[in-house]
């Protein structure tokens, strides 16, 4: 072995922390600044999602609502005179009607 190769092997032994924290410091940048896979907009699109989410929840309960309303009006004519009664704000002649806004 040559002088120089010996001396290059004792430093790169010395500064064997170097490569390492050269690439542990590439790595950390790519996950914080690239665009594909910035930390920042995962964290954006994982609040996206959890919004989306719970707007499905809210529009499964509503249909859920409506679904069982529309049945109720389908197999009960007594329900759907309630309900033709309230949405045209028509009363019987006993009835006293409320209406609040």
């Known amino acids: ?8 092997n004792f ?10 924290i050269i690439i542990g410091s590439l790595i950390v940048l790519i996950l914080f600044f690239n665009d594909e896979t910035s930390l920042a907009l995962n964290m954006k699109y994982e609040k996206e999602i959890n919004s989306l989410t719970e707007e499905i ?15 109720a009006i389908i197999h009960d004519s007594e329900d759907l005179e309630h309900l ?16 609040l806004k």
């Open 1 to 8: 072995m040559s002088k120089f190769s010996k001396k290059f």
């Open 11 to 20: 430093w790169l032994r010395r500064k064997s922390h170097l490569p390492l």
């Open 57 to 71: 929840e809210l529009c499964r309960d509503s249909a859920a609502f409506y679904r069982s309303q529309r049945e």
């Open 84 to 99: 033709a009664r309230e949405r045209f704000h028509m009363q019987r002649p006993s009835e006293d009607v409320y209406i």
